[in-house]
Each structure stands twice: as C-alpha cells, then as structure tokens.
C-alpha cells in the first residue's frame, strides 16, 4: 500500500528537496506552505498536492490536514519542516522578532503534533520528524534567539517521544549543519536598533564567515535523504546529524573551556 506523508514549509529549501525525494520514492506528499499557489512547479507533479498551511494557525493545521486524509486517505508520516532564523545581537531584537521566532519554530510545530498525535494514536502508528538543527545542542553567536528555538524543538521531541512510544509513534530529529539553500536570505531576519553601534565590529568580523559556512555547504537533498531514512529505517533511532557529526562530537567529547573558544576563533578569524 502507498504511503503518505505531509510536509511543512514545502515551498522551498530543504523542504522542497523532502517532498520531491519522497514522491520519487513513491510516497504520496502533502507539500504544504503558505502559498501553494506560487508552487507552480510542485504542483506539476503526480501525486503530489500543494495544501496551504501556515504553522501559526491553528485552523489552517486542521484544515490541511483534512484535506490531506481527504485526498489520499491516510497520513503515515509528518515532517515539521517550517522554520526561518531571527539573526544579529540579541540587544538589537525587537519584542515582534522573538515572540515570530518562537510561534514558527516552536509553537507552530507543537502544534503541527498536537493535531496529527490523535489521529496517529488511533491508527497506532505514525512517525512525526522535526527538523531542528546542530543549534539545537551548540551554539553561535548572533543566533541566539534561534538557537533558544531549536533547543526547544530538541527538548520537546525528546520528552515526547517517552509519551507515545507506546502507540507505536516515532519522533525523529533532524540536525543540520550548514547547508547551502536560501535559508541565508529569504529564511532570515535580522535585528537591528537604530543607534546601537556597540556590536558592528563584531558583526562584521563574525557574519561573513558564518554565511560562508553556508555557501560552501552541500544542498538541501542531503538533509532530505535523512529525513527518508529517518522516516524508513524502521527503528526507533532519534536523532539524525546532516552535515554535523563531527562538531556533535566535539562538543560532547570537549570541555567547555577548549570547545568554546575554538568557536570563537573560527567565527572571528
């Protein structure tokens, strides 16, 4: 039997990689987004439906999700994909850029598994992926406001899983590293206040070695392959680093003392 799976933040990126693998893989794909009808190209191809969803309303959840069991009849995984990076000092942030932060990145995506949770429950299966981020267990600077979501999302799927393992449930996590999409431009916002100079030198020693990381990483089809195998290895296996092992490691294996300042350096080299 095809199996089906929803996906948010479809439009682009990482999550247009995921809805393209998986239909190849022969998946039916709920591709959603915001806008599904600037998708023109998704929406060419066969068995695959542009729905819109926005994360940060509840409605719209409900709503594509129901039209997703109303077009394919069944959901077997979910992919919470949708997310973008709040970026600068932290001083320079306005209240309007956390609190957007926080409802995509986090309370967007609970909300996203409150929805599908009973429907996987019933059915006794069901796999939920959220994509999080190696800033999920260290950090940069200048991202620490994303950061502060994407240890939520860690924090979150790890105690959830305790909950409905016991119907069959799997809560998988995603760990990027850099990867070269448009995350670097059109997934961005960045803090700035008018008359706060302290930081510009900072910045701009740390902000173009940063976005360099992510131009000379590998495309967003990596982190769609995880995602497959996450979704299809058929284990109850959590976390999937892309592109981020080795710094994983670093930081687990080093002090604080010697992995700290090493960032540092390489940020302000």
Known sequence: MEKVI???????????????LFQAKNWKVAATMRSPEKAEDLQKIVDLECI?????????????????????????????????????????ATSEQIERQFETNVLGLMSVCREILPYFREQKRGTIVNVASMGGRLTFPLYSIYHASKWAVEGFSESLQYEVKEFGIKIKIIEPGPIKTDFYERSMSISKKEGLTAYDNFVARAMPNMQKAGETGPDGSVV????????????????YPVNSRAILIARRLLPDALFLPLI??????
Do not use: C, H, Q
């Open 6 to 20: 929803l996906i948010t933040g479809a439009s682009s990126g990482i999550g247009k990689e995921t809805a393209k």
């Open 264 to 269: 540092r350096k390489a940020i302000l080299r």
């Open 52 to 92: 819109k969803l926005d994360v940060t309303d509840p409605d719209s959840i409900r709503s594509a999700i129901d039209r997703t069991l109303e077009v394919f009849g069944r959901i077997d995984a979910v992919v919470n994909n949708a997310g973008f990076a709040v970026v600068g000092p932290f001083e320079a």
């Open 224 to 239: 769609a392959e995880a995602i497959y195998d996450a979704v299809t290895d058929d284990s109850w296996k959590m976390r």
